[in-house]
Structures are given as structure tokens and as C-alpha cells.
């Protein structure tokens, strides 16, 4: 998989490759994505932020070890490992959360940091075999735990998870979730269940959280999302049949907006501020 990022009055093009091998040629100047829990260490640059390589840690007395490769950024290989909690860092450098890190980064680099998080996370999750407990090995080839005791296999965790803008004419649905730490709207989104299509589970989130109907789903795109696994899949779709009703288990309130007329929506970091842009583009005229 390749990502690209257009830096904002600039020209350059950053291309990320994924990949899970690690190179057999070593290339000494690498990128390195270095983690304290879901904190990742970035150094300063201007008014925006970069990636360390390894040429900024060349001088440090730090040991990091169980590093994982990850892809290539610009041709430079990307590794991911954990941050000595005890070792001090520099000055010019400064540890940030990914959710507040958007904007002041590379794109691409902040899709890449979303898969070293979550690689830094399932290497940790997956120390033991789920089946008899005992430690695994890593391999060598791929992102993989192996049992060498009962020979099972797990891989890093994906979640999938719909999301979905539905309208009403001009109008399109919104809703405050109760775990908003804030006043903010957003459309709707929910897991897969087991044994469920895409389709269906839209369909079910949509009937679950504000009791309408739907129809005309159609594919909009896809965005992975490392808070903590989950593959964000997003459709559009229309209004079928049924009034307002919501779950207040989930659902603090749920309207229809007009494009002239929207509430507090979440920043361009994520696939559900896409979904409200397209909405944007097609009524606000």
C-alpha cells in the first residue's frame, strides 16, 4: 500500500510503501517512530513537527530494542519501538498524542505513525499464545506471533467499522455521541458484528442509534484509524422511512442540518470530516 502527502505551498511528495520485512540491506539513516503509551516522539521543526531518524539519536546513550520495520518513507526505511520510560529526551524534541499531532504533520507521516502504533500495541497485546499461554516468537518474515509450543498464529488486530452519512434532501443526519468530551456532531458509525456485511450493519446501527430506515448505500471510501485497531469503511445513504428516535445509551442528540447550519463537527484528521465535507460541497451552493 502506498500513501502520498502534498505539503501545504510546497511541491514535494512524500510516498509511504507499507511493508513488513525488513530490508535485507541495512540503510544507516532510517526513520524512527519511538512511542511512551500512545504518545509519539516528534521532533520541532519551524511551526510544524517531523519524525526522528536515526541520525538525531545517533549521539544518544539509549537502548532500543524489540523494533519493528514497518515500510519505507521517501525510499528511507521506517522501524516502530517503545521510549525508555526513564531516558531523558532533547530539547528540540517533545512527546504528542496522534489525535493532536494533525495539522502540525506530514500527512503521510501521521498514516504511517497510525501503523506504528498499532504495531507497537499488537507486539505487546500478543506476548502470550491466546490458546495454551505460553510466549511467543516473533517472525521474521511478517507481522506475525508464532506459539512455538501449540503452533498458533495471530496477527495484528483490525477492526472493521462502518460510517456512514445519511440524508434527507438537503439535510444531512448528525449526532452527539455521550462520550463526546465535547458539544460535537458527527455521523454515524459503529463495529461489525461477526456474521454481518457492511451493508447490514449500516443499516442496523443507523435502525439501533436514531431508529430510521435507510437506502441507496453507496461506497465512499476507507481510512484505517489506530484508536485502538479499526479499519474506518464510509458510505453515503438516504433516508427511507421513520422519525428521529434515539438510544440514549449511546446517543445524547440527533438531528438533520442543513449545510448552512452546522454545529461544532470533528476536525479534518478523520474519514467522518470527509463525509461532511462531500455533504458540504453537494447542498451549500
Not at 513488513?20 to 524512527?32: A, D, E, G, V, W
Not at 511512551?36 to 516522539?41: H, K
Not at 519505507?72 to 496522534?98: K, Q, T, W
Not at 464510509?234 to 438531528?255: L, P, V
Request: proline share 5%; net charge negative; aromatic share 10%.
Amino acid at each position: 500500500m502506498v500513501f502520498t502527502s502534498i505539503q501545504k505551498a510546497q511541491v514535494l511528495i512524500m510516498n509511504f510503501i507499507l511493508g513488513s520485512t525488513t530490508p535485507r540491506s541495512q540503510n544507516k539513516l532510517f526513520y524512527i517512530f519511538l512511542f511512551q503509551q500512545n504518545n509519539i516522539l516528534v521532533k520541532k521543526r519551524d511551526k510544524e513537527f517531523t519524525i526522528p531518524t536515526s541520525a538525531d539519536i545517533l549521539n544518544w546513550e539509549i537502548n532500543i530494542s524489540n523494533k519493528f520495520y514497518i515500510g519505507s518513507l521517501d525510499d528511507l526505511p521506517c522501524y516502530v519501538a517503545r521510549f525508555p520510560e526513564d531516558h531523558v529526551i532533547p530539547n528540540d524534541m517533545e512527546f504528542i498524542g496522534l489525535r493532536v499531532l494533525n495539522s502540525q504533520i506530514d500527512n503521510t507521516m501521521l498514516q504511517a505513525a497510525f501503523r506504528a502504533v498499532q504495531i507497537i500495541s499488537w507486539d505487546e497485546t500478543h506476548r502470550f499464545c491466546g490458546v495454551c499461554g505460553k510466549a511467543t516468537l516473533t517472525k521474521a518474515d511478517e507481522h506475525a506471533k508464532v506459539c512455538p509450543a501449540c503452533g498458533h498464529t495471530s496477527y495484528p488486530r483490525l477492526s472493521p467499522a462502518v460510517i456512514v452519512a445519511v440524508t434527507k434532501g438537503d439535510k444531512l443526519l448528525l449526532a452527539s455521541n455521550t462520550n463526546f468530551t465535547t458539544t460535537m456532531y458527527s455521523v454515524l458509525a459503529g463495529f461489525v458484528e461477526a456474521g454481518e456485511t457492511l451493508e447490514e450493519c449500516i443499516k442496523r446501527e443507523v435502525r439501533e442509534e436514531v431508529g430510521i430506515e435507510i437506502k441507496n448505500i453507496e461506497y465512499f471510501g476507507s481510512q484505517p484509524w489506530p484508536f485502538p485497531n479499526s479499519l474506518m469503511i464510509a458510505f453515503t445513504a438516504e433516508h427511507a422511512s421513520g422519525e428521529i428516535k434515539i438510544d440514549e445509551n449511546e446517543i445524547s442528540d440527533a438531528r438533520w442540518f442543513g449545510a448552512h447550519e452546522l454545529p461544532n463537527i470533528p476536525g479534518p484528521l478523520s474519514i467522518s470530516r470527509s463525509l461532511i465535507e462531500w455533504f458540504i460541497a453537494k447542498y451549500k451552493n
